[in-house]
């Protein structure tokens, strides 16, 4: 910390060049965001969260290249061994002899994918749902919003499982399967949001210039709607990621080869008393993954939306 | 022996921004059978003044000085025995009549449970007393509407119910925080009429929170007019009305719409607004609205009290008067 | 007036109730009969007489809108017809079975998580910000992060493998056998329903009906489970809807990992083994329990919040 009398002084030189005419553009928008980027930097959690997220992936994309095993080598001379430095097998090995650290790396690979492709494909739906039945409001919200509430009632799970049973096990199906089933809340959020919107100042600037409505959603609905969706994909992300760990865990997600950290588990489950080392460690990636994404996500939402947080 | 006797009485409130001081060293005394206003714009400290003393501050707020009710210190007493002071000795009514009342309990529940834990009413006792009460702050058919819930009460009739439960143990001090600020404007007559006729007939003391000095004129005996956490003159209706001491105080006088004035412009509001609590100006608190500052006023007045009693903190007057403190 | 508010908002909601059943029978029966190849195609061998006698049996000969208003007469009188694999068993036969099972360790687990969440939420509401609430609240969002299948089996190695306290899984109705899966069923429910009460709480207790209720002088205590306690859960029951249907997804895997014959079961192994009639039976009829008990969470906080009796009796 800099004595008060000498920052004070440095302050006004050390300022970015371009952020004058940069607040005279846009007032609002700067301060919005910066104020919540920093409100997010003073909650704790969410900052760890977010470096543990950051290494996490990083050793999920990198990690496997770096190892010298491959994924699906066997080594004979250590099926079920434990955790060991001398091995190379720091995580040790399943019961047929495959590391398990390069093993749980590539389950997270499918896990992240999953949680990051099904989520968007839920993004597109239920944006471009809740957007259009919030812009359009009246009747067309009316049934819209019925719709979304009677496939609330429907058990999701089963009904992503009775896809699963359906067509089979394939990673895309996964993907759009689980994304489809978990547009919902992204579709309700965006719709409320959307309602509010519609009666703004701008946006009514716009429809009294002769915008067409598609124009105004793109243009000036959905780019509002950013801080709400930002904080939905991150709370749906560990969501999705959890539900493809439980298909995979009911021998229903991916399948052999690929693997993701539902089925680690699922394997580990099986040797638990013989080798413990298999379940813990993919249980261990798992759960933090989720744990971090929830306090991000909860973070962001605090940080967006300060009234929430007393 | 005054019944209620506040000195020093300071709050305050640590906030992002940093600390508020919102009621700065007030002191003022409250005697039985009297109807005391306490008027100033919104943001002055009336509320808090209150609420500390009441212990209803918020978790960030804090108080110091003393607040003694019958000789013995509110500010100091445990929450038990404070328990046993409010509802029962001191009642409040809050300025929002529509969120006042809990939604989720009948009117009756919400009555009969002050009686039935101060003073060990049965069930039946409790409900025929509220339902006297109730008559008593003129709820018609107060029978059938005890078992009713606040929403199906209007503004005016839920602010009426509030009173009804402010009066149930025959307090000896009654605290109206802005009781008609929230209602219309027919309405907040009618209640504040209510509140003086029922005082006169329970000889209890009334503390009345206001900023509309014109609507206090009618009931009360005695005025504080604070402004920025102080009192800046105290005196009784006639001194305050006749010759206010204060420009603030006929600032605020100016403001108040009379019958005997009938041009528009010499109705006045005070321009400017209240000082942020955080930056108050050197001197006088006022100075930056007052059209009556001098020189002298970048020093800060101290407070002088007049052979009458009533005080006032200027450098106006000050010769008429005695200086109480710095 | 307060029971008749009560009795149009139930018929009104068990109206809205059909149309949600008809889409979710609807839905599920398509899906099953768009798969590719016939829920007999695994058996290869069978000779093409018994193949169409088999079809001619399930009606599968009949054109698909024809089958569907069938199985739709056939659930409406609750007949959810034969299983596939379970060769002399019907569904219903299957979910009578099971069902008993799973409501158990489901309401058992509901309960719990009812009791404790809201408990834990007010408890930290109350403490709002201190060590304890930060700690609690830490440990809740672990509840909820954490998979029910990999609570379960640490807890078998915790509990039953290294200490040997409890049953490792199994099923005999004995309270032992219950209290791990209760107990796994429970955990993310109570996480959620404590974060969930605790925010509520922290609104309620800022509330001016609290300040009110404080003003009157009665005892904290009777001020938080008087006045404050109501509006404080009136979320959670609300949550209790999703609940109910985040109990019997996890009930299927804690089936599972401690080998309950439950309805979850039977559903997991109808999906391995493609019996056609009993996934779409148990999804059916999971369906109608979720949809009738998130109708009676409906008509709870109805009858909980006094504005909606009186906005519906208007």
Redesign the interface.
């Known amino acids: 910390m800099k004595p008060e009398a000498e920052t004070k002084g440095l302050d006004l030189t050390v300022e970015d060049p371009f952020a004058e005419v940069f607040v005279e553009k846009d007032v609002r928008g700067r301060s919005l965001w910066l104020d919540a980027w920093q409100r997010m930097l003073k909650n704790k959690a969410a900052v760890v969260s977010g470096v543990i997220m950051l290494v996490m992936v990083l050793m999920v994309i990198f990690g496997p290249m770096l190892l010298p095993w491959e994924p699906d080598y066997t080594d004979w001379d250590n099926t079920a061994s434990p955790p060991s430095m001398e091995t190379r097998h720091w995580f040790g090995t399943d019961a047929v002899g495959r590391d398990i650290l390069v093993r749980t790396l590539e389950g997270g690979r499918i896990s992240l994918l999953v949680g990051l492709v099904a989520t968007l494909v839920s993004l597109v739906i239920g944006v471009s749902y809740g957007a259009v039945a919030g812009y359009y409001g009246g009747m067309t919200d009316r049934v819209m919003m019925r719709v979304v509430d009677i496939i609330y009632a429907l058990p999701f799970m089963f009904f992503v499982i009775l896809l699963m049973v359906v067509f089979g096990r394939n990673i895309v199906l996964i993907f759009v399967a689980i994304g489809a089933v978990n547009w919902l809340d992204m579709a309700r959020i965006v719709r409320g949001q959307t309602l509010s919107l519609k009666n703004t100042e701008f946006v009514e600037a716009a429809r009294a210039c002769g915008v067409d409505h598609r124009a105004i959603i793109l243009r000036h609905i959905i780019p509002n709607l950013l801080g709400v969706v930002m904080v939905y994909v991150t709370l749906t992300i560990p969501q999705v990621i959890l539900v493809e760990s439980f298909l995979s865990f009911l021998g229903l997600g991916v399948q052999e080869p690929m693997s993701s950290w539902g089925a680690l588990v699922n394997d580990g489950a099986q040797d638990m008393e013989s080798a413990p080392w298999t379940l813990v460690f993919p249980a261990a990636f798992l759960t933090v993954t989720l744990y971090c994404f929830n306090y991000i996500g909860d973070g962001m939402r605090d940080a967006l939306d300060p009234k929430d947080h007393l | 022996m005054p019944l209620l006797s506040i000195s020093n009485l300071e709050v305050e409130f640590e906030t992002a921004e940093g600390v508020v001081k919102a009621v700065n060293g007030m002191t003022f005394d409250v005697f039985e059978g009297e109807t005391l206003a306490i008027v100033g714009e919104s943001g002055a400290g009336k509320s808090q003044l209150v609420l500390s003393f009441?212990?209803?501050l918020?978790?960030n707020g804090s108080v110091s000085g003393e607040a003694k009710f019958r000789g013995e210190d509110l500010l100091q007493m445990k929450?038990?025995e404070?328990?046993?002071?409010?509802?029962?000795h001191i009642?409040?009514i809050?300025q929002?009549p529509m969120?006042?009342?809990?939604?989720?309990?009948?009117i009756e529940?919400q009555m009969t449970?002050?009686v039935r834990?101060?003073q060990g009413l049965s069930r039946e006792e409790a409900r025929a007393h509220a339902v006297e009460m109730l008559r008593a702050v003129r709820i018609p058919d107060p029978e059938e509407r005890i078992k009713q819930?606040p929403?199906?009460y209007s503004g005016g009739m839920r602010q009426r119910v509030?009173i009804a439960?402010g009066l149930l143990c025959a307090p000896e001090l009654l605290i109206a925080d802005e009781p008609s600020t929230a209602l219309d404007v027919t309405v907040q007559a009618q209640i504040t009429e209510l509140v003086g006729e029922l005082r006169k007939k329970t000889k209890m003391a009334l503390v009345l929170i206001t900023h509309d000095l014109a609507a206090v004129a009618e009931i009360s005996d005695r005025i504080i007019v604070m402004y920025a956490g102080e009192a800046v003159e105290t005196g009784t209706v006639d001194e305050i009305f006749y010759s206010p001491q204060h420009p603030y105080t006929r600032g605020l006088i100016a403001s108040v719409p009379r019958l005997d004035r009938i041009s528009d412009d010499e109705l006045q509001a005070i321009p400017g607004n209240p000082p942020n609590l955080l930056e108050l100006p050197i001197g006088c608190n006022f100075r930056d609205r007052c059209s009556e500052a001098t020189e002298q006023c970048l020093e800060r007045p101290p407070v002088w009290r007049a052979t009458s009693g009533r005080t006032s903190r200027c450098f106006q007057g000050i010769e008429g008067g005695e200086i109480v403190n710095e | 007036m307060k029971q008749a508010g009560v009795f149009r908002h139930a018929a009104v909601r068990l109206l809205g109730l059909i149309p949600t059943l008809l889409v979710l029978i609807t839905i599920a029966f398509f899906l099953i009969r768009i798969a590719p190849g016939g829920p007999f195609d695994a058996e290869k061998v069978l000779p093409p007489e018994i193949r169409a006698n088999l079809d001619a049996n399930y009606h599968l000969d009949e054109p698909l809108l024809q089958q569907y208003f069938r199985y739709l007469g056939q659930i409406v009188t609750g007949d959810f017809g034969p299983s596939f694999q379970y060769k002399d068993w019907t569904v219903n036969e299957l979910i009578a079975r099971g069902f008993p099972v799973s409501a158990t360790i489901g309401g058992l687990a509901m309960a719990l998580a009812f009791v404790l969440g809201t408990l834990i939420g007010t408890f930290a509401a109350l403490k709002?910000n201190s060590v304890i609430d930060y700690s609690v609240m830490g440990v809740a969002m672990l509840g909820i992060s954490i998979p029910n299948f990999v609570v379960a089996p640490l807890l078998i190695l915790g509990t039953a493998v290294y200490a040997g306290w409890l049953p490792a899984g199994g099923w005999d109705w004995s309270w032992q056998r219950m209290v791990l899966p209760v107990v796994t069923l429970a955990l993310p429910v109570v996480a959620y329903i404590a974060r969930l009460t605790r925010g509520s709480m922290i609104e309620v207790l800022?509330?001016?009906?609290i300040?009110?209720?404080?003003?009157?002088?009665?005892?904290?205590r009777?001020v938080i489970r008087?006045?404050a306690f109501?509006?404080a859960i009136l979320p959670v029951i609300s949550y209790m809807g999703p609940a109910t249907a985040a109990l019997i997804t996890g009930s299927v895997v804690i089936e599972r990992i401690y080998s309950i014959p439950g309805l979850g079961s039977y559903f997991v192994q109808g999906a391995l083994n493609r019996d056609y009639t009993l996934v779409l039976g148990v999804v059916i009829f999971y369906g109608i329990v979720i949809v009738v008990l998130n109708f009676i969470v409906d008509l709870l906080y109805a009858w909980?919040?006094?504005?909606i009796r009186?906005d519906e009796a208007q």
């Open positions: 009441m212990g209803l918020a978790e929450p038990r404070l328990n046993r002071i409010r509802g029962r009642a409040m809050f929002d969120t006042s009342l809990n939604p989720f309990l009948s529940k449970e002050v834990h101060h819930y929403h199906e509030m439960i | 709002q800022h509330s001016n009906y300040r009110t209720a404080r003003a009157k002088g009665l005892p904290e009777q008087r006045h109501k509006p909980l919040n006094p504005r009186y």
